[in-house]
């Protein structure tokens, strides 16, 4: 990822952009912070802070006119939060312990004419710089201090001054300040604070003229302000003159990128939802008593925008935000010998998008991802394990054994063509089946039939080419079709036909379904369920309207969860989450359940499973408009990947042989092993992602050559490895001749004489 | 590792199916993305084929899978 691009993405995310307060204070004091320190009784930290930030934070503290109070996002929820009062009540916990100055002196020479506010925060500017501040001022120093509030007693006022002293500043008497024309040749730049009226008339004719933005005056390095009612603007004077001398001293730019010296607006967006008003605490004249202060600053919001963050599982596992995240794929594509620490991450996201449609600028964690796995997959750097799974599973749907493409049964052309996509047909192959019936019923023209993956697990992994490869035959079989409409009950298939290949006319199942008399033998439930969209269908929201109505007439009482349509997070299966990290996807599907306690209404068929398998009943509006049997559909177990897979192939075979009269499709030799897998088992080999079909190759393949291991219980170990994952499955062959697994457990570490890479054909039977 | 490259000696009572013979602990190369090891994993003392017991193949194993695969 190129270096700008990385910038493009960080500048989209606000979470870093100062608080509100922060921006409005001509000082920058992190309101914010202060808050979050004072809340929990930490006067020390939020005195440092203090100290940190202002100039002459002692007598600052106390006087400060709180101008953030405007900007503050309370304001209208209670009232501002009284920060110049928790400031205040800070310092007055006894004297702040003020660090000492250890910047070695850089040799510059920097006059102060003047003894008032703006003019000593401009001398404790150039302290901190390195400069040898000279201050010209009344001896009487501390008045022009003491006579701003009483809240700055003499004491107060001494120690300011001492720490000036010690910090090398040198006071002198007014009438040691030379001619103003000679002042600069003994000095290397100057500034006059004008709220004193010495230095006012001392540099009355200087001054007449000033840029606001520098405090130039009409001598070349003499800098001049302080003249504002507002303490602090006077104190902020001071600070940007003393900035504009270091820039004159360097030879910068006076004018150039001072936009955010003073009070500005912070780009950070926080949103007032759900937060209760509370009123401020009076502030009585003595201050705030430390208890006061704990209880106001417990009214701050601690101002951040994390609105993409809130309810994502994803973000929430990973612990940061957007710009913290871009950061990090940064860097993670960018290490040339090391460990990527954020593969992980890069590989986790569901790529739902949700970020991006409520995000105030847009930033797409899908779109950051989505690329970083596109260069990590060009790099040669992807894990393997992350996404092979899926791509697999893929190229087995797409291969012949899993695909179809016919007109309907005696037509020779297609007006519609119906996609169920994989996961349907794996899922609910006997609605399948009802639902074509349902679409030649209904639909006039020609209903062909489609059963092939849409290329989505490519798209997801990042794999670019072998998505082309996908939408190269998607849209030249669609023409060998006769360029029917492509009738999609998937909406992630949907979403992806109309980014990647827009000349193929395409609608949604859904809307079919709308604008058609129902399926007689409906059976809508007896209680009421939350509709649950999928993700993918953020985009097309008239398939979610379509969906809403078709539940309506089909008798369906149900509400909205708290988020829903484009605010709909992914159930864990999008992007490939639930390949890459099935841990986060059972969260991400635990957490959309909890968007409402009804049972889940639902339109994608893996939601449906992800949702069964996190705990959340939730039932497909498909089993409700074509139900199968008699029992509560919510009672349907999920669907596995081996029972998907063997659906898809019963399906395929089942409907060549009812509909097209065809052949059957010849079996695999080892197809008609049949295996007994106890529940426990099936659970074990689903987590280890081993297929049914896979045990079955092995055994079928360690009883054809012989070539097992034999445990002292008695049971049997085989191996196989296909291609790039070694399996080893424990078994018993039974009397009747099945057999039993035991377990199953693989690696992806090639290990010398352990299994060859071979698949199990006809040729090993006629080996033994 | 190596007390579980010593339990491993458990498998010395499983005998090879194509061969008839028990398996003994053998100087085995398991390698992975570039990176080779080497291991003492039972085998077969006659056709050599080895057996990866489930309990390397999910532990160990794994673990030094992911660090391959993030580096």
Redesign the interface.
């Known amino acids: 990822m190129e270096k700008a691009k990385l910038l493009e993405f960080e500048s989209k995310c606000v979470q870093e952009e100062p608080p509100y307060c922060q921006a409005a204070c001509p000082l920058h004091l992190d309101g914010r912070a202060l808050c979050a320190f004072v809340r929990e009784g930490r006067f020390d930290d939020a005195g440092k802070l203090i100290e940190r930030t202002l100039p002459l934070p002692e007598a600052l503290a106390r006087i400060c006119d709180a101008p953030c109070r405007e900007a503050c996002l309370r304001h209208g929820l209670g009232g501002s939060v009284e920060l110049g009062a928790v400031e205040r009540a800070c310092v007055e916990q006894g004297p702040l312990r003020r660090a000492p100055l250890l910047i070695p002196k850089n040799g510059k020479k920097v006059a102060v004419i003047g003894g008032a506010l703006s003019a000593l925060c401009a001398a404790s500017d150039g302290l901190r710089k390195g400069y040898s501040v000279t201050v010209f001022c009344s001896e009487e120093r501390s008045g022009l201090l003491t006579s701003l509030s009483p809240r700055i007693t003499e004491e107060i006022a001494h120690r300011e001054l001492a720490w000036l002293e010690k910090g090398g500043a040198r006071f002198l008497p007014p009438d040691a300040l030379p001619p103003l024309s000679e002042l600069l040749g003994g000095f290397d730049a100057a500034f006059a604070g004008l709220d004193d009226p010495f230095a006012a008339h001392a540099t009355a004719e200087a001054t007449r003229t000033r840029i606001p933005a520098s405090l130039e005056t009409g001598i070349e390095g003499l800098f001049a302000g302080g003249d504002s009612p507002s303490f602090i603007l006077r104190a902020a004077d001071g600070r940007r003159g003393m900035k504009s001398a270091e820039r004159f001293l360097q030879g910068a730019s006076l004018l150039s990128s001072r936009e955010k010296e003073g009070a500005y607006s912070t780009r950070l967006f926080t949103s007032a939802e759900g937060i209760s008003t509370v009123k401020s605490e009076p502030v009585p004249p003595e201050g705030y008593s430390p208890e006061e202060a704990v209880r106001e600053a417990k009214r701050c919001i601690l101002c951040e925008c994390m609105e993409c963050v809130k309810h994502c599982a994803y973000m929430r596992h990973y612990k940061g935000y957007p710009k913290k995240f871009a950061r990090e794929i940064y860097n993670n594509l960018s290490v040339i010998q090391?460990?990527?620490?954020a593969?992980g991450m890069i590989n986790s996201c569901s790529l739902c998008g949700r970020c991006e449609r409520i995000c105030p600028n847009g930033f797409s964690m899908a779109e950051l991802c989505r690329e970083a796995r596109r260069e990590m997959f060009l790099q040669e750097k992807m894990?393997?394990?992350?996404h092979d799974f899926a791509l697999e599973d893929m190229r087995f749907n797409n291969s012949p054994r899993a695909t179809l493409l016919r007109h309907e049964p005696e037509k020779e052309t297609s007006a519609y063509l119906f996609l169920p996509g994989c996961r349907l047909a794996g899922s609910c192959p006997e609605q399948t089946t009802a639902l074509y019936s349902f679409l030649r019923d209904r639909l006039e023209g020609g209903v062909g039939l489609w059963l092939r993956c849409c290329g989505a697990p490519a798209d997801w992994a990042g794999r670019e080419e072998e998505l082309r490869h996908e939408t190269a035959k998607i849209a030249e079989e669609w023409k060998s079709m006769g360029s029917p409409i492509v009738v999609a009950a998937c909406t992630s298939c949907l979403a992806l036909f109309r980014r990647e290949t827009p000349s193929i006319k395409t609608v949604s199942l859904w809307e079919i379904l709308d604008g058609a008399e129902l399926p007689e033998g409906f059976r809508p439930l007896e209680r009421n369920l939350a509709v649950a969209d999928p993700c993918t269908a953020a985009h097309s929201p008239e398939v979610g309207a379509a969906v809403r109505r078709v539940a309506s007439r089909a008798g369906v009482r149900f509400q909205e969860p708290s988020l829903s349509g484009d605010l709909s997070f992914c159930c864990g299966f999008g992007g490939l989450q639930e390949c890459a990290n099935s841990t986060l996807a059972a969260l991400s599907a635990e957490s959309r359940g909890e968007e409402s306690s009804l049972d889940f209404l639902v339109y994608c068929s893996m939601c449906r499973n992800l949702f069964v398998q996190a705990g959340k009943p939730a039932v497909h509006l498909l089993d409700i408009l074509l139900p199968q049997g008699d029992d509560d559909p919510a009672e349907r177990p999920p669907v596995g990947y081996s029972e998907q897979r063997e659906n898809r192939v019963g399906l395929v075979r089942a409907l060549r042989a009812s509909l097209w009269k065809e052949e059957d499709i010849v079996n695999e030799p080892h197809e008609s092993l049949r295996l007994v897998i106890p529940p426990e088992v099936k659970k074990t080999l689903a987590k280890?992602r081993i297929l049914a079909d896979t045990v079955r190759r092995a055994i079928w393949s360690?009883e054809r050559?012989?070539?097992?291991?034999?445990?002292?219980n008695g049971a049997?170990?085989a191996?196989l490895r296909p291609a790039s994952v070694?399996y080893?499955v424990e078994y018993a062959p039974g009397a009747d001749g099945s057999f039993e697994v035991r377990?199953g457990?693989?690696?992806?570490?090639?290990?010398?004489?352990?299994a060859e890479e071979r698949a199990p054909d006809a040729s090993i039977g006629e080996k033994a | 590792m190596k007390e579980l490259m010593k339990s491993f000696e458990k498998y010395t009572k499983t005998e090879c199916g194509a061969c008839g013979r028990f398996l003994e602990l053998q100087k085995t190369e398991v390698t992975y993305l570039g990176s080779v090891f080497t291991l003492e994993l039972p085998a077969c003392p006659s056709c050599g084929t080895v057996f990866v017991p489930e309990e390397l193949a999910t532990g160990k194993m794994l673990e030094v899978e992911k660090i391959l695969e993030d580096k």
């Open positions: 090391g460990t990527r620490l593969n894990p393997p394990s992350a280890r360690a050559s012989g070539r097992k291991m034999k445990q002292l049997l170990i191996s070694t080893w377990n457990w693989s690696h992806r570490m090639s290990v010398a004489g352990a």
